[in-house]
């Protein structure tokens, strides 16, 4: 359905997708869209971010969710990557997740589309929710449903599936009210037709996911 899906979020490089997802945390890609035009001319690579004030960034940011914590989060980033990484973004998993604001989420992410490093499955909300209507997991947390997917999925599967999965759940396999009629897995999804039950040991119904 999507064979050449590309990222909602606008970017240049890694150090501007690196920023545009970790603002994308409990935000959708397009009200980060409408922040970082100015988020990036004002302060276009680690060097200016790492002497911005948060206040100065979290007032560029503030329509996005979590903007406060967001905003330190970038100038406290910038500044470990001038400090320890010459302003250069970090190519490993392990370095990159000790950032402030990084997760493996993120870090995934940014090595899949800047560094053709596919360690794993960027698990946001729709993997997470698509996963779990399809029983692929019963994990709690996202993190957790990630160690699943990666038991189940081929290693070639991984570097398509955040994208896919995100155009599948926007399209289709939506939060609220999805179109199980139109889908191409309803007759494999146990899900389908009754999408808010509750999941054997998840403790959480999925229309919260």
């Known amino acids: ?75 406290e980033m910038a500044q470990i990557l001038m400090a320890d990484y010459g302003g250069e973004v970090p190519q490993t998993m392990e370095e990159l997740v000790k950032l402030p604001g990084v997760g493996r989420k993120t870090a995934n992410i940014v090595l899949n589309k800047m560094f053709n490093t596919v360690d794993g499955i960027a698990v946001d909300t729709h993997v997470y929710r698509i996963a779990s209507r399809l029983r692929l997991t019963s994990a709690a947390t996202p993190l957790a449903a990630e160690q699943d997917l990666l038991s189940l999925l081929p290693h070639e599967l991984w570097k398509d599936v955040n994208e896919e999965w995100i155009h599948f759940g926007r399209d289709i396999c939506t939060a609220r009210n999805p179109t199980c009629s139109a889908c191409p897995l309803s007759d494999i999804c146990p899900s389908c037709g009754q999408p808010n039950r509750w999941f054997k040991g998840s403790g959480k119904k999925s229309s919260k996911r």
């Not at 959708?28 to 276009?44: G, Q």
């Not at 002497?51 to 967001?70: D, H, L, N």
């Open 1 to 75: 359905m999507y064979p050449h899906v590309e990222s909602a979020l606008e970017y240049h490089n890694a150090y501007t997708l690196l920023v545009a997802v970790m603002l994308s945390a409990q935000t959708t890609d397009a009200a980060v869209n409408k922040v970082t035009p100015e988020l990036f001319r004002r302060w276009p690579n680690p060097e200016a971010m790492a002497s911005a004030q948060p206040s100065e960034v979290g007032e560029c940011i503030r329509t996005i969710g979590f903007w406060r914590a967001k905003a330190a989060h970038c100038t």
